[in-house]
């Protein structure tokens, strides 16, 4: 028998995978529009596309779905793992849910592992984020300046003075001074 007969007859017995659009396509737009509804802030949405956009698109080229394996994830994830960890595992968890979501979808092979799978997979070959460059938080004012601050706040005008103060008074996050409404306000 022939090789090109031997691999006709070999590919005959193996199910066929779907021809997908590929990956940059289809998948991660229809999962971010499914998943936004739930998400508080539109910025969100916008921040999962545009890593994916930068980090995934560029090196998947037009790769159907169902072809990607841990290789091409590591390929994306290796140049940003060192030196800017947190969206590396940011990027990891997004392009995991995008991999499970073709899977529902019926885009990649039922019953293959997701190549992104942190958890018995990708940890066996990457190191943890949170130790490869561990967060380094900014140092706090000393409480014996903070009159000398909150008086200077109180000699500015605008409305950014007035939230720092109210964060600092209320022991509040920025995030949540920022998006507060009136309606939130007890006086």
Do not use: Y
């Not at 007859?9 to 997908?20: C, I, K, M």
Request: no cysteine; proline share 11%; hydrophobic share 45%.
């Amino acid at each position: 028998m022939s090789p090109r007969a031997a691999t006709r007859l070999r590919n005959a017995s193996a199910p066929p995978l779907p021809r997908h659009p590929p990956l940059p396509l289809r998948p991660p737009r229809a999962l971010v529009a499914a998943k936004a509804v739930g998400w508080r802030n539109a910025k969100h949405a916008k921040q999962w596309l545009a890593t994916l956009e930068r980090h995934v698109f560029p090196l998947t080229g037009h790769k159907p779905v169902a072809e990607l394996g841990t290789e091409d994830v590591l390929r994306m994830l290796r140049p940003i793992w060192e030196p800017i960890p947190e969206t590396a595992s940011r990027l990891r968890q997004r392009i995991e849910a995008v991999l499970d979501d073709a899977a529902v979808r019926g885009l990649r092979p039922a019953g293959v592992a997701n190549p992104a799978r942190w958890r018995g997979h990708l940890a066996a070959t990457l190191p943890q984020p949170k130790r490869v460059k561990p967060v380094r938080h900014h140092r706090a004012l000393p409480w014996q300046d903070v009159p000398a601050f909150m008086a200077a706040l109180a000699d500015r005008d605008g409305v950014a003075a007035r939230a720092v103060a109210l964060a600092i008074l209320t022991a509040s996050r920025s995030g949540a001074v920022r998006l507060m409404r009136w309606r939130e306000v007890d006086v």
